[in-house]
């Protein structure tokens, strides 16, 4: 009973990593010791499949269960102070970015290739927001949405992606946060099952098939895929900056995103060391 408690928990603190902007639920999962694990089983489920059953509901129920409220609260910040609370996300992401440098850093085979991937994914995704890629011009279909959750997924996978920073990159962030915060209103389930559906197969089978494919890309091309994670880190704080002072913003609304900027990044590195 108190290994399943723990573990629900643990799956809380990673939904909570999931929902915000900035935070890598699967760097989460890293620190409380359950990612391997979590690839492992998901890789293949039926190898003791009881305790790998018994694993995931524990830890996929405290992760939907942290992603249903916070969403709510994330939602009431971003309605009443958009600019401030943006700023606290961008302060997020950026703190993270020390422990990625750490991390290429530590690699011996640095060369102008890699950095070249870091390059190319930065401009290729920033492109992506910039042309608007976004619901507001009808971009999103059935097919769209099971891409849009097999994006997410992979992001809880990943370690070092945020996936609500990737949302918010390509254009859908509101949708989705609106989607999530409302999973225990009936009727809104009903309006949005056009939606629910498609995003919900794109979210497993990101899950299922993109923790494979870091079982092989981590042991064969771990290098380049931190290249990859920077690439997207960047674009997303240069398209979230772009996003936030597009927005009227009085100069107390200023300077309080200024502090939360600070004090985001302030936590995140407190929390990577």
């Not at 492109?127 to 619901?135: E, K, T």
């Not at 290098?223 to 996003?243: D, E, R």
């Not at 609304?253 to 600070?262: C, D």
């Amino acid at each position: 009973m108190k290994k399943t408690l723990i573990l629900f928990l643990k799956g809380m603190i990673v939904g909570i990593g999931q929902i915000i902007p900035g935070v890598s639920g699967g760097m989460l999962a890293i620190t409380l010791g359950i990612y391997e694990k979590g690839i492992e089983i998901i890789s293949d489920i039926f190898k003791s499949f009881k305790e790998n059953i018994h694993f995931i509901l524990t830890v996929g129920f405290g992760i939907l269960i942290s992603i249903i409220f916070c969403s709510k609260l994330i939602k009431y910040f971003l309605i009443k102070f958009y600019f401030p609370t943006m700023l606290l996300f961008i302060g997020l992401i950026i703190g993270g970015i020390p422990s990625l440098i750490n991390k290429i850093k530590s690699f011996k085979k640095n060369n102008i290739k890699n950095v070249l991937i870091a390059v190319i994914t930065f401009f290729i995704f920033s492109f992506l927001a910039l042309i608007n890629f976004s619901s507001k011009n009808n971009y999103f279909g059935t097919i769209g949405f099971i891409i849009i959750g097999f994006i997410y997924a992979s992001a809880m996978v990943i370690p070092g992606v945020s996936g609500t920073a990737l949302m918010i990159l390509i254009g859908c962030y509101e949708i989705i946060i609106n989607m999530i915060s409302n999973l225990t209103n009936l009727n809104v389930i009903i309006s949005n099952f056009k939606i629910i559906i498609p995003f919900g197969i794109g979210l497993v089978l990101g899950i299922i098939y993109v923790s494979k494919f870091m079982n092989y890309i981590i042991k064969n091309h771990e290098i380049k895929t931190y290249y990859f994670i920077i690439g997207l880190v960047l674009s997303s704080i240069f398209i979230m900056f772009i996003q936030a002072f597009n927005t009227n913003i009085n100069f107390t609304s200023f300077l309080i995103g200024l502090i939360l900027l600070i004090i985001g990044f302030k936590i995140s590195t407190c929390f990577d060391s």
